[in-house]
């Protein structure tokens, strides 16, 4: 049971590269989120989707874009990479509202990004 | 704006002691508390989850409490084993919301 997986766990990109990190869930959740988690800062939601389709922003969307073209997946883009976007990412899932189940988030093990 | 702190930011214990850890939270208008438990290089782990009707929740040696009309919420350890060694990390969801607010953390070191 591989519950929520990220690609790559590690990443060094330069100032202005692009890249996507990639979340996959085989539990048939339909809420997803990327968060970012900074030393001291806690976690920070950066974007979130309530099913196939659909995204929204959360509290440090800014250089960043998602697509969730299949339920499973959940992908999260950098466009334009900056050093202030060096953190730890980490994805997640959830049953949907309409479940007791909305209220209980299964990781991924993260992916570290460092920008030089 | 939710904001959820959670102090000491470290916090080392030798084994066999009880321990509280706390978090505070500065808005009371919320639907439900989580704590989550951190191990180095891995994701997040749900511990207990407490909804706002609730006083408490337990699990094994782990009890956590919640007071919403003060904003403050604790995890109380029994017994601690190096095992639980982690960073423990609580999350808050506002009432109008579906995304959590999380504190910093604790990070618990059980000396052996």
Known sequence: NAGVTQT???????????????????????????YRQDPGMGLRLIHYSVGEGTTAKGEVPD??????LKKQ????????????????????SSYGARSSGANVLTFGAGSRLTVL | KQEVTQIPAALSVPEGENLVLNCSFTDSAIYNLQWFRQDPGKGLTSLLLIQSSQREQTSGRLNASLDKSSGRSTLYIAASQPGDSATYLCAVRPGSARQLTFGSGTQLTVLP
């Open chain 1, 73 to 92: 997946n959940f992908l999260l883009g950098l466009e334009s990479a900056a050093p202030s976007q060096t953190s730890v990412y980490f994805c997640a």
């Open chain 1, 63 to 68: 250089g960043y874009n998602v697509s969730r």
């Open chain 1, 8 to 34: 790559p766990k590690f990443r060094v990109l330069k100032t202005g590269q692009s890249m996507t990190l990639l979340c996959a869930q085989d539990m048939n959740h339909e809420y997803m989120y990327w």
